[in-house]
C-alpha cells in the first residue's frame, strides 16, 4: 500500500535532549513537509522540501533541522533550542506544486519533560 | 499574506442534523488553491476536496457539499444528515500559486465538531 509512514507514535523525551522523527514515503512525491500542531491549534509549517538534497524553512523552523538525502525519506530533529518542544507533529508529502493535495501520515506526539 | 480564519471553534450537532463549516480566506493572488481536510481522533488528516480559483462551481459529495463563493472570499463545508462518524476535527488550507509555487499550505485554526447520537 502507498502512504506516509511516521515512527514512532508517541515519544518521550528528557529535556536537553535532541530528537529525531521519522518520515518516509513511497507515494513517489517529491515535495515533503514538517507540520506542528498544538492543542486548539492549526498546523504550523516547520520545514519543506522540494527536492532531494534541498528544503527551506517554514514559518516556525526556529531549533529544529531536517535532512532530505533520499527522495523516500525526510527526517525531522527536534533540537534541545527548541524552547517548547511538546507537540504533535505531522509529516505530509506531495507532487510539487500549489495545486496538489498533501497527504499526511499518523503523526508522532512528543513530550518533553 | 495569505490568512485563512475559521470562526467556529466547536459545533455540536445531533445525528441527522445538517451542519456548516465555514471558511473565509485572505489572498492577494489571482491564482489559489483551497482544501478541505478532515482530522478523526487517531489525528491524521484526510484530504476530503481541492477547489481552484477559477472553479466557483459548488461540489457534491455523497452527503459533503462545498460552497465556493469568490464574492464573499469563502469556502464553506456542508455535511447533510451528520453521522456520529463525522465527529472529528476539520481543516480548511489555502496554497497560492505565487512566491515560487512551493505547495506551502496555510491553515485555519479547525472546527471540531461532535454529532451526538
Known amino acids: 500500500d502507498g502512504g506516509i509512514t511516521q515512527s514512532p507514535k508517541y515519544l518521550f523525551r528528557k529535556e536537553g535532549q535532541n530528537v529525531t522523527l521519522s518520515c518516509e514515503q513511497n507515494?513517489?512525491?517529491?515535495?515533503m513537509y514538517w507540520y506542528r500542531q498544538d492543542p486548539g491549534q492549526g498546523l504550523r509549517l516547520i520545514y519543506y522540501?522540494?527536492?532531494?538534497?534541498?528544503?527551506q524553512k517554514g514559518d516556525i523552523a526556529e531549533g529544529y533541522s531536517v535532512s532530505r538525502e533520499k527522495k523516500e525519506s525526510f527526517p525531522l530533529t527536534v533540537t534541545s533550542a527548541q524552547k517548547n518542544p511538546t507537540a504533535f507533529y505531522l509529516c505530509?508529502?506531495?507532487?510539487?506544486?500549489?495545486?496538489?493535495?498533501?497527504?499526511f501520515g499518523p503523526g508522532t506526539r512528543l513530550t518533553v519533560t | 499574506a495569505q490568512k485563512v480564519t475559521q470562526a467556529q471553534t466547536e459545533i455540536s450537532v445531533v445525528e441527522k442534523e445538517d451542519v456548516t463549516l465555514d471558511c473565509v480566506y485572505e489572498?492577494?493572488?489571482?491564482?489559489?488553491?483551497l482544501f478541505w481536510y478532515k482530522q478523526p481522533p487517531s489525528g491524521e488528516l484526510v484530504f476530503l476536496i481541492r477547489?481552484?480559483?477559477?472553479?466557483?462551481q459548488n461540489e457534491i459529495s455523497g452527503r459533503y457539499s462545498w460552497n465556493f463563493q469568490k464574492s464573499t472570499s469563502s469556502f464553506n463545508f456542508t455535511i447533510t444528515a451528520s453521522q456520529v462518524v463525522d465527529s472529528a476535527v476539520y481543516f480548511c488550507?489555502?496554497?497560492?500559486?505565487?512566491?515560487?509555487?512551493?505547495?506551502?499550505?496555510?491553515f485555519g485554526q479547525g472546527t471540531t465538531l461532535q454529532v451526538k447520537p
Open positions: 505530509a508529502s506531495s507532487k510539487t506544486g500549489a495545486s496538489y493535495e498533501q497527504y
Open positions: 477547489r481552484n480559483s477559477f472553479d466557483e
Open positions: 489572498t492577494r493572488d489571482t491564482t489559489y488553491y
Open positions: 522540501s522540494q527536492i532531494v538534497n534541498d528544503f
Open positions: 507515494l513517489n512525491h517529491d515535495a
Open positions: 488550507a489555502l496554497s497560492v500559486h505565487g512566491s515560487g509555487n512551493t505547495g506551502k499550505l496555510i
